[in-house]
């Protein structure tokens, strides 16, 4: 078995196919396996966990787009950087949740389409905790639902 990772050229360029494959590896040909019934369940009733979990957030993200443009201008009063923070989280989260919601269709029919959308809503999640300053935060959170959706790949179809 080759390691791609290892085998890159010094000029690659870093993509999502590549980090897919990264992380296949490690997250599922080297780490350990959930149990069958597990990722079955998972992938059953995850996408009526996440129903429930996008309505339990609509009071919160319609607060936060209420007020935030309400006070974006004063955000911007207190510097740039406050300003231009919750400008970038605001964006990012609107960004993470459209993929969520755009992605549930498809979960509920196990298309494989649907689970390249959470991995790329957990990617954009990464990203946000990262520029954001929630380093360790954002790291843990990523690997364990990195971990959940490698487990659960193969049970999606094209």
């Known amino acids: 078995m080759t390691d791609t990772a290892t085998n890159n050229k010094p000029g690659d360029q870093l993509s999502v196919a590549k980090v897919e494959e ?3 590896l490690y997250l599922v040909q080297k780490a350990p396996s959930l149990p069958e019934n597990i990722k079955e369940f998972i992938v059953k009733y995850g996408p009526y966990i996440s129903v429930v979990m996008m ?3 609509i009071p ?3 607060a936060i787009l209420g007020f935030g443009s ?3 201008p004063y955000a911007y009063m207190g510097g740039l950087r406050p300003g231009f923070n919750f400008s970038i989280s605001t964006i990012f989260m609107i960004g993470q949740i459209a993929l969520q919601i755009i992605a549930l269709p498809g979960l509920f029919k ?3 389409s649907a ?3 959470m991995f790329y809503a ?3 999640g990464l990203v946000y905790s990262l520029l954001s300053g929630a380093i ?3 790291l843990v959170s990523a690997l364990i639902s990195f971990y959940v959706l490698f487990q659960i790949k193969s049970l999606y179809k094209n």
């Open 136 to 138: 360790i935060n954002g």
């Open 110 to 112: 196990r298309a494989k």
């Open 22 to 24: 990264f992380l296949d």
């Open 70 to 72: 309400a006070f974006m």
């Open 122 to 124: 957990s990617l954009v």
């Open 115 to 117: 689970w390249r959308l």
């Open 55 to 57: 309505v339990l957030m």
């Open 60 to 62: 919160a993200l319609i």
